[in-house]
């Protein structure tokens, strides 16, 4: 993998810093694309580290230092797309961190925190990074198992900066592909890699939030899914919407039972907010599925949690 202090720019001498004990490199994490050092980036860059330092501080490997953060948006399905609206940004928040030793996808919420998921795309296991786009800037990430993700929305000045570190990197990794040449869910509290579709981890058994749970929720309760995966904000309106359409169709109901021989005349209505109710719901789902694929922790067992701090303090 690549060396801690390769060099990124030609223009500037190798920097190494400590901030909250994560190893980074200044001349790289506070420059722009052409290596020039840049104020503002180095505010941004600060403040948007603070809120990853508990990221960083569990996933992060020895010897692995952080080059880079960027503020983008995962990718979206056309259908996310045209039914998210103005949560799009909330759908889709991501930060991008360049390490001399992966590219890592965390998921965030509206302020930068964390979400307690991440990715990971070792330099070995990528054949591509492309950016694109002229006012907003996409970047590709394309590994070599042949898989595409473009994330959305990174500023055009980060854009490039990335281009310009995979361009230093991806040479230097050459040849040291991992065994899965292409993206992995790590978990959150060990690291180990998560298997598709299975939500616990069988290293440490930490257990995620599942689409069955959700999806019933997404059913039985307004807004359920939403509440599920730990998006309140988000999940107000469609409470309201569905809990409107819900009062409603009962009121059909009841009025039906009170007088049967008005109930041809409120079949067309009963379907009409059937079909309401059924394309929320479907929308709920259709997000919040995302949510749940991006393996979100259930409530942590309290005294297993006790138990690893303490066996942590006496190993350490």
């Known amino acids: 993998m690549p060396a801690a202090?390769?060099?990124?720019?030609?223009?500037?001498v190798v920097r190494p810093a400590k901030i909250d004990d994560i190893s980074v490199r200044?001349?790289?994490?506070?420059?722009?694309?052409?290596?020039?050092?840049?104020?503002?980036?180095?505010?941004?860059?600060?403040?948007?580290?603070?809120?990853?330092?508990p990221a960083l501080q569990r996933?992060?490997?020895?010897?692995?230092t952080v080059l880079y953060l960027a503020p983008a948006r995962s990718p979206l399905t056309a259908m996310e797309q045209l039914t998210a609206a103005w949560w799009t940004g909330l759908l889709a928040a991501s930060a991008i961190v360049i390490t001399n030793k992966r590219i890592l996808f965390f998921p965030v919420k509206r302020d930068g925190g964390w979400r307690e998921s991440v990715r990971a795309l070792h330099w070995g296991d990528i054949e591509e990074v492309k950016p694109k786009g002229l006012l907003v800037r996409n970047v590709t990430f394309k590994s070599r198992s042949g898989t595409k993700f473009t994330y959305t929305?990174?500023?055009?000045?980060?854009?490039?900066?990335?281009?310009a570190i995979a361009n230093a990197l991806l040479p230097a990794a050459s040849g040291e592909s991992t065994s899965t040449h292409d993206w992995v869910q790590l978990c959150p509290d060990c690291r180990d890699t998560l298997t598709l579709g299975q939500y616990?981890?069988?290293g440490c058994g930490l257990i995620f939030k599942n689409e069955k749970s959700m999806v019933t929720r997404s059913i039985f309760l307004p807004g359920g899914g939403y509440f599920y995966t730990?998006?309140?904000?988000?999940?107000?309106?469609?409470?309201?919407?569905?809990?409107?359409?819900?009062?409603?169709i009962l009121v059909f109901l009841f009025a039906g039972l009170a007088s049967p021989k008005a109930i041809p005349n409120m079949l067309s209505g009963l379907l009409l907010l059937g079909l309401f109710w059924a394309f929320e719901t479907a929308v709920t789902?259709?997000?919040?599925?995302?949510?749940?694929?991006?393996?979100?922790?259930?409530?942590?067992?309290?005294a297993r949690s006790r138990q690893e701090?303490?066996?942590?303090k006496i190993g350490g």
């Open 153 to 163: 929305n990174f500023r055009r000045a980060d854009a490039k900066k990335i281009a």
């Open 200 to 202: 616990f981890c069988s």
């Open 230 to 248: 730990g998006h309140p904000l988000v999940a107000l309106l469609p409470a309201v919407v569905e809990g409107l359409l819900v009062l409603e």
């Open 5 to 12: 202090d390769l060099h990124i720019h030609d223009n500037q």
């Open 59 to 64: 996933v992060l490997l020895p010897t692995e």
């Open 309 to 312: 701090d303490f066996a942590a």
């Open 26 to 53: 200044n001349d790289c994490l506070f420059t722009n694309d052409k290596g020039e050092d840049k104020r503002q980036i180095q505010k941004r860059s600060e403040k948007a580290l603070q809120k990853l330092v």
């Open 285 to 302: 789902i259709l997000h919040c599925r995302r949510y749940v694929r991006e393996y979100i922790p259930e409530k942590r067992d309290l």
